[in-house]
């Protein structure tokens, strides 16, 4: 399980695509993924790690009718509690964010490759 | 509970808008009720009803405050858990998914009428 | 912990805008609270923080590694389960609801300020 900071991508995405004001669309494009905002606190995502544990454990895999040719079903469920994409408004030509906000990529199935969808709409 | 996959309906409906760049909401429009992108994968499916069951149960009713005149008040909590809405990107008239991203209307409390928003913005 | 609903503010927001056909994003602005939709019922908000706090409890507090400087770790996990967001469609220049469907700010750690932003698209 791992979170990485890519806040400072999108905003040269959003930078780059010149709209002034609009929504910017963040997905993860795994199912077994999360784009999610909040504090760049490395304390808190150990606790963020250690809590998806305790939600939706990855052991016995057993436990989980989908691991018959995979054992990611806890990753699946941990995206759901972490959620799949975030919105964020552009004001002036920047993201809009408030105190604090980082955009993180959550990987709770470490074999895929990451791979985040940026949608930019506006004028 | 259940889970209802709309990818096509979805898909129609964006191809019928003729937009070609945009973004594309889907929610649910029941408050015990939610749409999410997640695999099609019966087993998943299964263990993702157990989980649930699990961390908002619906029995005993009288756990809960809401139920009062209803007795469902676990299908409120279930439906923050999966989300009440996704956001999907549309690029060059087709909706932007990753691999194996498939939208589901998941209801949580069975006598409700099946309703879903899908509004797509862009040009 | 706290739910505000601010269906009425939105919806002026919204009015005053012009927009007739487009998205409105409402996200919390900050880290430890959340933006989201559900039923405007008493016992039903009692409902949602007693779960939350069996969820994401505040107590111990030295249980989370966050907390070194604050005590508001669980606050920050609440907000993943409630989410920071949400998007709603603009049709005809209102905001599309379902039935019962009302916005609610979440404040998972009272000594901030309320903030949320409110961003609207389309023509």
């Given at each position: 399980m791992e979170f990485i900071n890519i806040t400072g991508q999108v905003e040269k995405i959003v930078e780059d695509s010149g709209i002034e004001e609009g929504l910017c669309l963040i997905n993860a494009m795994h199912i077994t993924a999360s784009v999610f905002i909040n504090d760049a606190e490395p304390g808190l995502h150990r606790d963020f790690q250690e809590w998806l544990e305790e939600l939706?454990?990855?052991?016995?895999?057993?436990?989980?009718?989908?691991?018959?040719?995979?054992?990611?079903a806890d990753a699946h469920l941990k995206r759901q509690i972490m959620g799949r994409e975030t919105v964020v408004a552009i004001t002036e030509g920047e993201i809009d964010f408030g105190p604090w906000e980082q955009i993180f990529y959550g990987e709770f199935d470490g074999q895929r490759d990451k791979k985040v969808l940026v949608k930019v709409i506006g004028e």
């Amino acid at each position: 399980m791992e979170f990485i900071n890519i806040t400072g991508q999108v905003e040269k995405i959003v930078e780059d695509s010149g709209i002034e004001e609009g929504l910017c669309l963040i997905n993860a494009m795994h199912i077994t993924a999360s784009v999610f905002i909040n504090d760049a606190e490395p304390g808190l995502h150990r606790d963020f790690q250690e809590w998806l544990e305790e939600l939706a454990p990855h052991a016995p895999v057993s436990q989980y009718d989908h691991n018959t040719y995979e054992d990611n079903a806890d990753a699946h469920l941990k995206r759901q509690i972490m959620g799949r994409e975030t919105v964020v408004a552009i004001t002036e030509g920047e993201i809009d964010f408030g105190p604090w906000e980082q955009i993180f990529y959550g990987e709770f199935d470490g074999q895929r490759d990451k791979k985040v969808l940026v949608k930019v709409i506006g004028e």
